[in-house]
């Protein structure tokens, strides 16, 4: 188990190009359980969500003049990826069969 002056949150793995991160804790196999079995306590929450996107691509050019006096074009462009709509909602209500269970 790592001291406190060690970082407690490790590097694992990476997603989406972001570092995934594992509390150094959960290394020992009765501590991992412990959580496991309180995690599993609670129902899981399902959420739904949809986007509706377009992309748009978009081109800078720009002009100069060059060292002989011709002119010189330069042209960039990028795309970005524009949200139109989006709606989300929770499953979670609708998943479970009694009240008790519909807490959210």
Do not use: F
């Not at 306590?41 to 002009?63: A, D």
């Not at 042209?75 to 989006?86: A, Q």
């Not at 609708?94 to 519909?102: A, F, N, P, V």
């Amino acid at each position: 188990m790592a001291s406190d002056s060690e970082s407690w949150c490790l590097p694992v793995r990476e997603k989406h190009g972001q570092p995934c991160y594992v509390d150094s804790r959960l290394e020992e196999p009765e501590t991992l359980e412990r959580h496991i079995r309180d995690w599993g306590r609670s129902p899981p929450r399902i959420s739904l969500e949809i986007k509706g996107t377009h992309t748009e691509t978009h081109t800078t050019t720009s002009m100069s003049c060059g060292p002989n006096g011709a002119m010189i074009t330069t042209s960039s462009t990028h795309t970005e990826t524009i949200t139109d709509w989006s709606v989300s909602s929770s499953l979670t209500p609708h998943l479970h069969s009694s009240d008790e269970d519909r807490s959210s």
